[in-house]
């Protein structure tokens, strides 16, 4: 039973426009969401994070939006660029703050 | 500063067969995860180390292992390899301060055959 989705496998965007990736969630207890960028052969990499007491967050290119009542969140980045291609994962914490949930994750392709 | 850095990269191992596999925190992050990515999935929570201790497990069979040393490096081991345990095993630190945000290792490459 998934906890943390990720209903779209890709997305595909032009340069300078901008991406949405959504996310959503079935455990209303999660009070802390992270979104995770991860390119082939390496790691994942912390982009952005968001508490449930807000419902945005920003940093640079990157807005993370949270809407609690729907069990949602997404992340726009603006402008879009080439370097983004790469797979974005949603995760939650865990109650206990033992753990991270992922999704499946949302392939980013950004062409020129 | 170096990262999280885990050994070895990749690795073949046949079914019944042990391995161990290895990670080092970024220095002065106490907290080490183990995480398990299945092609196609995202990273799946196996356990989560703090001052040497378990304080987390996931939904793993007995056959995973784990244990933090007091230099807070940790190893994962998996007994009796399935050609399902074939994934990318990653290594995650945290430190105090920011706990939910894990800094993870470029993984290590389990094929069993």
């Known amino acids: 039973d998934q906890q943390v989705k990720q209903n779209s496998p890709s997305l595909s965007v032009r340069e300078g426009r901008i991406s949405i990736l959504n996310c959503d969630y079935t455990n209303s207890m999660f009070d802390y969401f992270l979104w995770y960028k991860k390119y082939p052969a390496e790691g994942p990499t912390f982009l952005i994070s968001?508490?449930?007491?807000?419902d945005k967050n920003e940093d640079g290119r990157f807005t993370v939006f949270l809407n609690k009542s729907a069990k949602h969140l997404s992340l726009h980045i603006v402008p879009s660029q080439p370097g983004d291609s790469a797979v974005y994962f949603c995760?939650?914490?865990?109650?206990?703050?033992?753990?991270?949930?992922f999704g499946k994750g949302t392939t980013l392709s950004v062409s020129s | 500063d170096a990262g999280v850095t885990q050994s070895p990269t990749h690795l073949i191992k046949t079914r019944g067969q042990h391995v161990t596999l290895r990670c080092s925190p970024i220095?002065?992050?106490?907290?080490v995860s183990w995480y398990q990515q299945v092609l196609g999935q995202g990273p799946q929570f196996i356990f989560q180390y703090y001052e040497k201790e378990e304080r987390g497990r996931g939904n793993f069979p007995d056959r995973f292992s784990a244990r933090q040393f007091p230099n807070y490096s940790s190893e994962l081991n998996v007994n009796a390899l399935l050609l399902g345990d074939s994934a990318l095993y990653l290594c995650?630190?945290?430190?105090?301060?920011?706990?939910?945000?894990?800094?993870f290792g470029a993984g290590s490459r389990l094929t069993v055959l």
């Open positions: 968001i508490s449930s007491i807000k």
């Open positions: 220095s002065g992050h106490k907290s």
């Open positions: 995760a939650a914490a865990n109650q206990a703050g033992t753990a991270l949930i």
């Open positions: 995650a630190s945290s430190s105090p301060s920011g706990a939910n945000v894990l800094t």
